[in-house]
């Protein structure tokens, strides 16, 4: 793969996915036990949001000021979201940047790790070498954290189930292989079938509705668990943005979470739109019996 995230860190979508990523977490965490975190595509880890805007050939359009940016600079911000943003601070300045703006951004994994608790564990798999030897350099040496040259989907059937019989399972692929509707559908059918009460979270781009909505019908079809989706989109179907929103389907969703994250999704609609049109929502695809 060619894929890059960071071209992408910080974006509107970055900052959905961690919200809804953090509030997950907070929910499993509200039960003592220890669970385990498996993110199945993780990235590097760290972002240097300058290196996005000068790219690898050429200069780019920087996507973080549209998302990040705009939370930095909003006041009040809603609990869960400013928990967020104390952590996304916190991880620029460790790195080294002292300016008023952000420079370096949090990937999944270590936003993850500041989240875990000691009796929590991490298993963070990254197929590509160049991707996972910066992950491996960030966060390969953190305690309860280990970090796999493996393909994620795979990884599910090797670690799912895992002595601490909680697990929250992330599938966050970058969507350039054609078959990835059917790869993701088939990993969540390993997750379920092997450790039923596991909470799977989906994260998917909003481009092209139909296929979004072909694969909801799949989603119900294969006798899924209690299944919620949350959608974020930033303009209106109409929009020529490439993208022009994303959501998180979340299976064995933690109880009443959607209450919360249906408010925050409608919020940060009002802060992150680009176009009109925008706007937040959360449906339950199979309702909890």
Partial sequence: MNYRHHFHAGNF???????????????????????????????????DLERAEKGDSRARVAEWPAGIGRLLTQVDLPSGVSEYVELVRRFDRRNGNLSAGVRFYPGSPWLAKEWMRAQDRMALCELHPAEHGALAAELGRSPRVSVHAVNGYHAIRAMLP????RALVLIDPPFEE????????????????????????????????ARVDSFFAELKGSQVPATWV?????????????????GVVVVNPPWQ??????????????VLAQEAGAGGELMWLVPER
Avoid: N
């Fill in 162 to 165: 895992c002595p601490e019989k």
């Fill in 230 to 246: 949350t959608e974020l989109a930033v303009a209106g179907p109409g929009s020529t943005l490439s993208l022009r929103g994303c």
């Fill in 178 to 209: 054609a078959d990835e509707w059917a790869s993701i559908l088939a990993g969540l059918s390993d997750a379920i079938k092997r450790m039923p009460s596991c909470t799977v979270a989906i994260w998917y781009p909003l481009t092209q509705r």
């Fill in 13 to 47: 979508a970055d900052v959905f996915k961690h919200v809804v990523l953090g509030r997950l977490i907070a929910s499993l965490q509200k039960k003592e036990k220890g669970f385990l975190y498996l993110d199945t595509h993780a990235g590097r880890g760290r972002y």
């Fill in 257 to 270: 979470l959607d209450l919360e994250v249906k408010l925050l999704a409608q919020w940060l609609a009002t």
